[in-house]
């Protein structure tokens, strides 16, 4: 047993994944734009990420663009088959780093090519749909054209499973009348909580929650009780509150990213974190959750 795997293990379709993970978004520019600042580093950080036993990692070839699927291909290809390699699609970058929508059918089958192209596969693990009506938050809005396509390119053997990012739960059900849907990938924290009971019902369902962002969304008096949770426990308050999402359920699959080893490592040691019930509650009171 590697440390990582004291978090324990989960589906994503037919592939068991780390609870534990990594996101590579930090390793292109700033804003996931633009180049990677310290090309050595990132490639150790990839590495040392797969050394310490981490077989789920997170990425997008719209990171850069391209950026972070070329590197991930320099470092660790051919890749060990426990391995899982999960991307994102629905998303374009502009030349002064802004996101544009790109869900038709050929901007989704340019985009898998792309992905594939860089991470030098012929199939890609997952690929998670970024729905882009809003790009801060989910809103209502209809995802059966985008999602067939997808649903289409699985069938040529170019994807094998299918995610959803930045979606509600009715988007989730449509979606679930196309493909089968192995993970939700949504902004979720211990101040921002508003699918709080979404994650439960998932979980019912065998569908693991990917939550971003982890220490987003803090007010001053909120950072103070983490702080201080943070304290009682001898750890960071990074720590805490990816401890606090390991606790919250079994399906949610963590993906800090960072270009350091050092806070690779420091992420990584959360899975020896036990909370106690005492901070536990501290903790649930700094987010109420929404319904």
């Known amino acids: 047993m590697t440390e990582v795997t ?7 379709g037919s592939r068991s994944v780390t609870r534990m993970g990594y996101g590579a978004m930090q390793l292109a520019g700033p804003h996931a734009f633009g180049p990677v600042k310290d090309r050595n580093a990132a490639l150790s950080v990839l590495r040392a990420a797969v050394e310490r036993g981490i077989t789920h990692i997170d990425t997008s070839d719209f990171y850069g663009p391209h950026v972070t699927n070329q590197l991930i291909r320099e470092a660790l290809h051919p890749y060990s088959d426990s391995l899982t390699i999960v991307t994102k699609v629905g998303a374009r970058r502009g030349n002064d780093a802004s996101w544009h929508v790109a869900s038709t059918a050929a901007e989704l ?24 009506f809003n790009l801060a938050a989910p809103c209502e809005g209809d995802i059966e054209a985008p999602l067939t396509a997808l649903a289409r390119l699985q069938d040529k053997g170019l994807i094998r499973h299918i ?7 009715k988007q989730i059900a449509q979606g679930r009348t196309i493909t089968d849907i192995v993970c939700v990938q949504s902004m979720f924290n211990l101040a921002y909580r508003h699918d709080d009971a979404l994650i439960d019902s998932l979980a019912k369902e065998g569908i693991a929650y990917v939550p971003y962002f982890p220490l987003g969304g803090f007010s001053p ?3 103070d009780a983490l702080s201080h949770a943070a304290e009682q426990c001898g750890a960071t308050t990074i720590q805490v509150a990816l401890a606090w999402l390991l606790q919250r359920a079994p399906n949610i699959l963590l993906i800090p990213g960072t270009s350091s ?4 490592q420091q992420n ?24």
């Open 221 to 223: 008096l909120q950072a």
């Open 6 to 12: 004291r978090a324990g293990t989960f589906q994503l």
């Open 268 to 291: 990584i040691n959360s899975v020896n974190l036990h909370l106690s019930a005492e901070v536990l509650s501290a903790l649930d009171s700094i987010g109420s959750p929404k319904k």
């Open 261 to 264: 080893v050092d806070h690779l």
């Open 109 to 132: 089958e340019s985009a898998v090519h792309d992905n594939l192209r860089n991470l030098g596969v012929d199939v890609l693990d997952v690929v998670n749909f970024r729905v882009m």
């Open 163 to 169: 995610g959803l990012s930045n979606v509600t739960e």
